[in-house]
Every structure is written in structure tokens, then in C-alpha cells.
């Protein structure tokens, strides 16, 4: 069975940090694109940031670009997030998300097929 769990949410101070994990099992993720989203009250969910297979290469949203540092670790099937300079318009769920095998372009939600439940973050002012 596929599972995606993330960790380290929580309540911050707006200008403060955290660091998200997503921990992966039931398949080795080292071939697989990963990604976070997030999901504001009465918003749509949006792409976050996403990085591929290798390590390579990774990808920001402009609203986070300079603030936000995703990487992996493949020996431990695990992806993070550090949030840093956290505004409050960062508040949201956050989700983590692994996409398809084979090319994709991974600041698009259609282009990943295992999805964590999420984890909150909330950035008071």
C-alpha cells in the first residue's frame, strides 16, 4: 500500500520557519517526480514547489521563489520543505504528492498520482 505522510506543520509567527517531510512507502520513490501544494480556505489547491527525480532540478511558485527550499533524500524516501520569511497568505493545508513515471511537468496537480492527507500550517501576523 502507497503512503504519503507528511509531518512538521504547526503555528508560526509570521517571519518565522518551518520544515515540512513527507515520508514515502510502499514503492520506491528515487524514479518518481515530488511535489507540495497547498489548499487555503475557499481557495483551489496550488502548486508550491517540486522537484525531480534525480535532485536535479527544482521548481517555485512565484509566491514562494527565494523563501521556500524543497529537497529530497532517496536513501530515506523522503521530501521536505523549508519555509522560510513565513507571511500569513501562507497559511493553508499543505499537501504532499508524488507524480508518474516517465516526463512530466511537475507544477501541474494532473501530473501526480499518489497524494498525502496533509498537514496544516497556519502564520499568524
Known amino acids: 500500500q502507497v503512503q504519503l505522510v507528511e509531518s512538521g506543520g504547526g503555528l508560526v509567527q509570521a517571519g518565522g520557519s518551518l520544515r515540512l517531510s513527507c515520508a514515502a512507502s510502499?514503492?520506491?520513490?528515487?524514479?518518481?517526480?515530488r511535489g507540495w501544494f497547498r489548499q487555503a480556505p475557499g481557495k483551489e489547491r496550488e502548486f508550491v514547489a517540486a522537484?525531480?527525480?534525480?535532485?536535479?532540478?527544482?521548481y517555485y511558485a512565484d509566491s514562494v521563489k527565494g523563501r521556500f527550499i524543497i529537497s529530497r533524500d532517496n536513501a530515506k524516501n523522503t521530501v521536505y520543505l523549508q519555509m522560510n520569511s513565513l507571511k500569513p497568505e501562507d497559511t493553508a493545508v499543505y499537501y504532499c504528492?508524488?507524480?508518474?513515471?516517465?516526463?512530466?511537468?511537475?507544477?501541474?496537480?494532473?501530473?501526480?498520482?499518489?497524494w498525502g492527507q496533509g498537514t496544516q500550517v497556519t502564520v499568524s501576523s
Open positions: 522537484i525531480r527525480q534525480s535532485g536535479g532540478s527544482t
Open positions: 504528492a508524488a507524480a508518474g513515471a516517465g516526463p512530466r511537468t511537475l507544477e501541474k496537480a494532473y501530473s501526480y498520482i499518489y
Open positions: 510502499g514503492l520506491t520513490f528515487s524514479s518518481y517526480g
